[in-house]
C-alpha cells in the first residue's frame, strides 16, 4: 500500500488522537458547501472520528474518496463503509493509495500532522496537486508537541491561510488550519452555509456560548477556588464564584434562525439601531455607502455575525478613543474593518470599541468566504457595529430606536 502523505512524518510523541469536536471543525468546509461537490479525505481508519464526520456532511449530489492511514487495510475499510448503508457506500469510494484519488473540492487531512517541517512541507505539495480551482485543504496539528509541523503549518497559514480553528476539547488540544492556494469567487460564499466553529460551545440544542466565556468564568471559579484556600473563613471568595455565571452569559451565543431570503441583508448584532445615514468613506471606495449603526449594550449579545454573504478582501485596525458608544463622538473609537467583497458591490463591517469595551475579537482573515449569518468574531462589554452597504444597491428597512437581533433581524434588501 502507498503511504498517505499526510501521515508520513511521525514524531516521537506519535499521531495526536482527533475526537469528535475536532473531526467537525475538519470536516466543517465539506459541511458548509451546499452545492454537489467531490472530496477527498486521506489517511483514516475505520473508527475515525473524522471519517464519520465526513460521512455525516454528505448530502445527495456528493462524492467523498477515501485514502486508508499507513498499515490500515483497505478491506476493512471498504468493509466499513458498506456496513454504513446503500446511502454512503453509493457515494463513498475507498482507493488503495492516492495516485488513484481525482482533484477534489474540498481535501481533508485525517490524521493530525507530525515530524519536522521539511517532511510537513512535502506532505502537503503532494495534497494540493488533488485541489481544484479555490479548493480547501483541511489540517490539524497538535498543540505543543509538534514543534516542526505547528511552525510549518504556521508559515503556510500565514500565505494561504482562510481560516484556523483552536480545539481545546481534544486531547491533547489541536489547532486546524484551512488553506486555499487558488482564490475563489465572492460569489461561492452565497452557496455557502454558516460554517461549524469551535470555538461556539454548545450548552443546549439553542444555546451556546464563546469560548472567550468558558476561560472567563473559568478564571472566576479559579480565583474563588483560590480565595477560599487562601482565606478559609472569609466568605470572600463568593464575590469570584458569583461573578462566574454573569461573566459567562455575557458572552452567550444562542442558535439564530437566518433569513433564506437572498436579498436579505441581516443585523451584524444584537442592539438598538442608532443611526441610518449615507455617507462617503474613502477607505472603502469613491462610490456612497448606507450606514446602519447598532449599540450593544452590556445585556446584548455581543457575537458578531457576517450580514452578507462574501470574501474577507481586507481587514484593519483604526485607532481612536474610548468614548461612550451610544454617543456621536463614538464613530471616533478605537475600530476593526472588515472588508467584503460581494455580488452587490463592497460592504463593510465595523467593530467600534465603546466606554468599557476594549476587545474586539475577529476571526475570518482575508481570503475567507462568510456565508450570511456567519459567526465571524464579537466585542466585549458594550459597544457598537456598523454597517456600510452600497448606497444603489441596498434599501434600508430599519430606523433610528428599531431593535435588531444579530443574524435574524432583516436590516435592509438588495434591490
Known amino acids: ?10 514524531g516521537q510523541s506519535g499521531p495526536a488522537r482527533l475526537g469528535e469536536r475536532a473531526a467537525r471543525t475538519l470536516v466543517s468546509e465539506l459541511a458548509r458547501i451546499n452545492d454537489p461537490k467531490a472530496a477527498l ?10 471519517l464519520a464526520a465526513a460521512i455525516d456532511a ?12 499507513e498499515r490500515v487495510s483497505t478491506t476493512a475499510l471498504r468493509e466499513h463503509v458498506t456496513a454504513q448503508g446503500r446511502w454512503v457506500a453509493d457515494r463513498v469510494r475507498v482507493v488503495e493509495s492516492l495516485a488513484e484519488a481525482e482533484p477534489a473540492a474540498v481535501v481533508v487531512a485525517g490524521e493530525a500532522f507530525v515530524g519536522t517541517a521539511e517532511e510537513t512541507r512535502a506532505a502537503i505539495e503532494a495534497l494540493t496537486k ?82 472567550n466565556g468558558v476561560a472567563a468564568a473559568g478564571i472566576a471559579l479559579g480565583l474563588a477556588a483560590l480565595t477560599r484556600l ?13 461573578a ?54 452590556v445585556l446584548d449579545v455581543h457575537v458578531n455575525r457576517a450580514p452578507v454573504a462574501g470574501k474577507v478582501v481586507d481587514y484593519f485596525v483604526a485607532d481612536g478613543g474610548f468614548v461612550n458608544a451610544m454617543k456621536p463622538d463614538a464613530e471616533h473609537n478605537v ?6 467583497d460581494t455580488t452587490h458591490g463592497t460592504v463593510v463591517v465595523a467593530q467600534r470599541t465603546g466606554l468599557i469595551a476594549r476587545r474586539i475579537v475577529q476571526r475570518a482573515p482575508i481570503g475567507a468566504l462568510l456565508a450570511r449569518g456567519e459567526r465571524f468574531g464579537l466585542i466585549r462589554f458594550g459597544s457598537r457595529t456598523d454597517v456600510y ?27
Open 130 to 211: 488533488y485541489l481544484t480551482e479555490g479548493a480547501v485543504l483541511s489540517l490539524a496539528t497538535a498543540v505543543g508537541r509538534t514543534a516542526g509541523a505547528a511552525a510549518e503549518l504556521d508559515r503556510q497559514g500565514a500565505l494561504y491561510g482562510v481560516g484556523t480553528d483552536l480545539v481545546l476539547l481534544n486531547s491533547p488540544p489541536v489547532r486546524v488550519y484551512r488553506l486555499r492556494f487558488t482564490p475563489a469567487d465572492a460569489a461561492t460564499a452565497e452557496r455557502l452555509a454558516p460554517a461549524y466553529r469551535p470555538s461556539s460551545v454548545p450548552l443546549t440544542r439553542d444555546m451556546h456560548i464563546d469560548s
Open 41 to 50: 479525505l486521506v489517511g483514516v481508519a475505520p473508527e475515525s472520528a473524522v
Open 230 to 242: 487562601a482565606r478559609p473563613r472569609s466568605k470572600l471568595w463568593l464575590l469570584p464564584a458569583l
Open 58 to 69: 454528505l448530502l445527495p449530489g456528493d462524492t467523498l474518496t477515501v485514502v486508508p492511514a
Open 244 to 297: 462566574a455565571a454573569p461573566v459567562a452569559a455575557f458572552f452567550r451565543d444562542p442558535q439564530r434562525d437566518v433569513p433564506e431570503d437572498p436579498s436579505a441583508v441581516v443585523a451584524a448584532a444584537d442592539g438598538q439601531v442608532l443611526s441610518v445615514q449615507r455617507l462617503h468613506d474613502e477607505r472603502f471606495g469613491d462610490g456612497e455607502f448606507l450606514r446602519i449603526a447598532v449599540f450593544l449594550s
Open 1 to 10: 500500500m502507498t503511504q498517505s502523505p499526510a501521515v508520513g512524518a511521525t
Open 335 to 340: 475600530a476593526a474593518y472588515t472588508v467584503l
Open 389 to 415: 452597504l452600497p448606497v444603489e444597491a441596498a434599501e434600508p428597512l430599519v430606523g433610528p430606536g428599531d431593535k435588531v437581533v444579530g443574524g435574524s433581524t432583516v436590516i435592509a434588501r438588495w434591490r
